[in-house]
């Protein structure tokens, strides 16, 4: 049975969706006012492959990842930008899709935006104060009362009288207790603004998930996901406001995944320490940066580096060498199969990831045991590797163009080496056959021999 971590209880648990086979996921998006960098791609890598799997196992998913729009990174970027921040977002959220497709990430069910929401926020936090867990001071702000929720900390773990303390340090006059958290903020100059009970402003960052995971998926909903950074204040709060609105559980299952650390530091566009996904993609090919990506448990921290990304593309290398000169056109997954039952019960323990790549690499093994002797074998097992790849998003290329890129070597001038290499040989001119292929390995072109003849891919 699929077990799952949940940030919420500290431990795996069994996974049983609340509607039968329906699971409803609902992952914390971007807020587009700059490019996306890696660490934005391993958490929405690692969530498009809990995606993939949970379809991959039969379930029916609604997978929902927001996007944010409003917000004072935004505004400030448009501001020094001299644009409008329609044309900032709008052009920042065809630059993220481009970067996520390009990594092989398939998109949400559904991609709702902050701003199409204002109205259900402002509902939301109407309810809030006629229950008691919100007010408005009179400034044309509101807030929400943290000492009024009882569960308030239960994801984080936070302590109020710690919250309290740190909070001393800026707090806000117009606050009643310093960790109160803002649901309305008032209109300011050159700011967007909506018509609302308290007078023109716009919502807070908090209120747009509570509002949006419950127009798309309910009042409680499966599984609710994001990089961990987001457990507090941000879900934390989630929980706070949705479940005082709704008065009823909001999530049965959080999942958060691990970040990317430079030189030991989370990488952050804050501290300036951060790739962004095109800028690691010039570099690299899309599945051995996903590969890096997959290669980690999702709820582990992973270091970011040019060696493990080079490490990456040898072992992406060896798998889809694994599939190269087979013909698999026709061939028929195998059903059933003790490698694909494997497969299965590994990424059934929390999505294992690490695991589940060293059982494709048992099965290459496997593969290349038999291939000479039983061909057709060999190709029932290419294909069901190619199967328990996709479930990962990787092995989708095809092999020889795989083993042939990243490289700025001139394939004519390749091919006709390795024409100079056969006229060498059938001359028994073995000394310059030897010449031209140590020329080509300079060059980071290996050849391969074979009764079919020879092939070359490039040396990662």
Same mark, same amino acid.
């Given at each position: ?21 329906? =699971?409803?996921?609902? #992952? ?5 006012? +700059? ?31 927001? /996007?944010?729009? =409003? ?18 977002? &709008? ?17 949400? &069910? ?89 007078? +023109? ?41 949705? @479940?005082?609105?709704?008065? #009823? ?30 800028? #690691? ?12 990506? /997959? ?15 080079? @490490? ?27 490698? @694909?039952?494997?497969?299965?019960? #590994? ?11 060293? =059982? ?30 996709? =479930? ?26 390795? +024409? ?11 000394? @310059?056959? +030897?010449? /031209? ?24």
């Amino acid at each position: 049975m699929l077990q799952i971590y949940n940030t919420l209880t500290r431990k795996k648990e069994s996974f049983t969706p609340m509607d039968g086979n329906h =699971v409803r996921m609902y #992952v914390c998006g971007m807020t587009v006012y +700059d490019f996306c960098h890696i660490g934005h791609a391993r958490t929405v890598t690692a969530f498009d492959v809990v995606a993939r799997y949970l379809r991959a196992r039969g379930y029916h998913l609604t997978y929902v990842r927001n /996007i944010t729009d =409003v917000d004072d990174k935004i505004i400030h970027r448009a501001l020094e930008n001299g644009e409008s921040i329609d044309a900032l977002t &709008d052009r920042m959220i065809v630059a993220m899709r481009e970067d996520f497709h390009r990594l092989g990430n398939i998109d949400p &069910d559904e991609e709702p935006r902050a701003t199409a929401y204002i109205d259900g926020m402002i509902t939301m936090i109407e309810t809030l104060i006629a229950k008691g867990y919100a007010y408005a001071p009179g400034n044309g702000d509101v807030y929400y009362r943290v000492r009024k929720f009882d569960g308030y900390g239960k994801l984080s773990g936070k302590v109020l009288d710690e919250l309290e303390a740190g909070a001393r340090v800026e707090v806000d006059e117009q606050k009643e207790y310093p960790p109160d958290f803002v649901l309305w903020k008032s209109v300011k100059p050159e700011e967007p603004s909506w018509e609302s009970p308290w007078g +023109d402003g716009r919502p807070g960052w908090h209120i747009e998930c509570s509002v949006m995971g419950k127009c798309c998926l309910g009042e409680t909903f499966d599984i609710h996901g994001g990089g961990s950074d987001l457990t507090f204040p941000h879900h934390e709060n989630e929980i706070a406001q949705s @479940e005082a609105a709704n008065g #009823v559980l909001f999530v049965n299952t959080w999942m958060h995944s691990g970040a990317i650390r430079v030189d030991n530091v989370k990488m952050s566009k804050s501290l300036g320490n951060f790739f962004t996904i095109r800028e #690691v993609l010039e570099l690299y090919n899309h599945e051995v940066v996903r590969y890096f990506l /997959i290669s980690s448990h999702y709820r582990s921290p992973m270091s970011y580096s040019e060696n493990s990304l080079k @490490e990456a593309g040898v072992r992406l290398k060896r798998l889809y060498t694994a599939l190269n000169d087979l013909d698999l056109e026709g061939v028929a997954v195998p059903e059933g199969h003790l490698f @694909e039952q494997r497969f299965f019960t #590994v990424m059934d323990d929390d999505f294992n990831t690490p695991e589940a790549l060293a =059982v494709l690499f048992e099965l290459v093994r496997e593969l290349n045991r038999i291939r000479s002797d039983d061909v057709a074998k060999a190709c029932s097992l290419a294909v069901l590797l190619r199967k328990l790849g996709g =479930v990962l998003g990787i092995l989708q290329e095809d092999p020889s163009t795989f083993l042939k890129s990243g490289s700025d070597v001139d394939e004519e001038w390749i091919r006709t080496m390795i +024409d100079q290499r056969e006229l060498a040989k059938r001359d028994r001119n073995f000394s @310059e056959a +030897d010449r /031209i292929r140590d020329e080509l390995a300079s060059q980071g072109v290996i050849l391969e021999d074979s009764r079919k003849g020879t092939t070359w891919h490039i040396q990662r």
